[in-house]
């Protein structure tokens, strides 16, 4: 007499306490693939509209026309526009007000740049606790479900004459499943993870150089508009 150890008759004839964990984790990684996908479109998109914004802002575009582009309703913003586009309406907003030395202006079109910058890391950052989560707990909960299950192994081991290969190994290999389930969700988890978080930190880096760039091209039209005002008056 054959016995079947094919992957579908281990996982139906495991234990409750084993299928419970499998269920888990095949839940686990079905919403991490999910995320996986979303964060890649996602990541791809922000690159893509990071590259062709910084193209048109140093293209010598009107910063009030690129300004006003992007804050039309049919716009989509992304990353580093949205971030030109904050500063630059509180510039403008403080620009106008009297009695507003330079350097308070571009202070206060920083400090709106920094919070949208925060704004759009979590945006970047969104699911990958999830993926870094999965990554690292999957493996200790497959290996609960493949503990508990060599264990109830073992009980009923407890109540036979004899004990055989044959009669162990169906009940440990039901269990040894759980394990690999485990490492077969933790590992794109964190393969994705680490990927994913290489290129957050990269678009990172692009928009802290954007604003440190801008900041200075707003010093320069700040001091350039003072010194006008200061000529007509």
């Known amino acids: 007499m054959t016995t079947d150890l094919s992957i579908v008759h281990l ?30 479109k996602e990541l791809q998109s922000a690159l893509k509209a990071t590259d062709t914004f910084e193209k048109r802002f140093w293209s010598g575009i009107d910063l009030n026309e690129l300004s006003r582009q992007i804050g039309a309703d049919h716009y989509d913003k992304n990353g580093m ?31 709106a740049m920094q919070a949208q910058y925060t704004r759009e890391m979590d945006l970047l950052d969104n699911h990958l606790p ?25 009980q009923a081991l407890g109540n036979m004459k004899q004990a055989t290969l044959a009669l162990v190994a169906p009940g440990i290999s039901e269990a040894l499943v759980a394990t690999a389930m485990g490492l077969f969700a933790a590992i794109p988890a964190v393969v994705a993870y680490n990927r994913f978080s290489t290129h957050a930190d990269r678009l990172a880096t692009r928009y802290e150089t954007f604003m440190d760039d801008f900041t200075t091209v707003l010093q320069r039209q700040a001091h350039i508009s003072h010194n006008e005002k200061k000529s007509g008056a």
Request: charge should be positive; hydrophobic fraction near 50%.
């Open 130 to 154: 999830f993926l870094a989560t999965v990554g690292s707990t999957s493996p200790y909960i497959g290996l609960f479900g493949t503990v508990w299950g060599i264990m109830s192994s073992f």
């Open 81 to 111: 526009e949205n971030i030109f586009h904050m500063g630059f309406q509180e510039y403008r907003r403080l620009h106008v007000q009297k009695g507003m030395e330079p350097m308070h202006i571009v202070e206060g079109a920083r400090r």
């Open 11 to 40: 996982i139906t004839q495991a234990g409750p306490v084993v299928k419970l964990v499998m269920l888990m984790l095949v839940l686990a990684s079905v919403i991490s693939w999910t995320f996986i996908f979303a964060k890649h």
